[in-house]
T-cell receptor
Framework: NAGVMQNPRHLVRRRGQEARLRCSPM?????VYWYRQLPEEGLKFMVY????????ESGMPKERFSAEFPKEGPSILRIQQVVRGDSAAYFC?????????????FGPGTRLTVT | AQSVTQLDSQVPVFEEAPVELRCNYS??????LFWYVQYPNQGLQLLLK??????LVKGINGFEAEFNKSQTSFHLRKPSVHISDTAEYFC?????????????FGTGTRLQVTL
């Protein structure tokens, strides 16, 4: 049973370009969470999605960031016009349900470097 | 709002010595508590979780943690560490109930085990 898949593992973008990060949840999981880890910091919640629905985006920056989880295919975190401060590790997690006590399974992360 | 404080950013310890990693939390509602481990350039792996019941929770790799409601703490312990335990450890909380299942993380404690 494959775990949470994220690609690419490493992504380099120049300032002003767009970054697309993909996350395929574990089989049978319909809930996806995105977290960002800045250097020397813990993970910060960004957004929580179910298939075709954004449930909680309270951690998403107001501009340039968007997320989707279509009916078919992976969840996508999109960052437009990247800036140096977007350089971070972005982790996706999935769970089988919405309740707090369901364990969130984390992917290996995408490390974004903005030059 | 919730917050998690991990007082020690780094903990050096010799192999086979005991270790305690401290975690305190603040929340206006009841929470579930988690400890995750992150090895270099990898995603997070769940070590253990407290949902209810016994306040002493045993996890993988010989780790255990004790929930202390009066002190709002959830310290992680291991009686004898191994070189392979060298990693970053994160304490996290989430709300009980509802759909507010996002995790709030501490800033992490780097455990460095040496011979």
């Amino acid at each position: 049973n494959a775990g949470v898949m994220q690609n690419p593992r490493h992504l380099v973008r120049r300032r002003g370009q767009e970054a697309r990060l993909r996350c395929s949840p574990m089989k049978g999981h319909s809930h996806v969470y995105w977290y960002r880890q800045l250097p020397e910091e813990g993970l910060k919640f960004m957004v929580y999605l179910q298939k075709e629905n954004i449930i909680d985006e309270s951690g998403m920056p107001k501009e340039r960031f968007s997320a989707e989880f279509p009916k078919e295919g992976p969840s996508i975190l999109r960052i437009q016009q990247v800036v140096r401060g977007d350089s971070a590790a972005y982790f996706c997690a999935s769970s089988p349900g919405a309740s707090s006590f369901y364990e969130q399974y984390f992917g290996p992360g995408t490390r974004l470097t903005v030059t | 709002a919730q917050s998690v404080t991990q007082l020690d950013s780094q903990v050096p310890v010799f192999e086979e010595a005991p270790v305690e990693l401290r975690c305190n939390y603040s929340s206006s509602v009841s929470v579930y508590l988690f400890w995750y481990v992150q090895y270099p350039n990898q995603g997070l792996q769940l070590l253990l979780k407290y949902l209810s019941g016994s306040t002493l929770v045993k996890g993988i790799n010989g780790f255990e943690a004790e929930f202390n409601k009066s002190q709002t703490s959830f310290h992680l312990r291991k009686p004898s560490v191994h070189i392979s335990d060298t990693a970053e450890y994160f304490c996290a909380v989430s709300d009980r109930g509802g759909t507010a299942s996002k995790l709030t993380f501490g800033t992490g404690t780097r455990l460095q085990v040496t011979l």
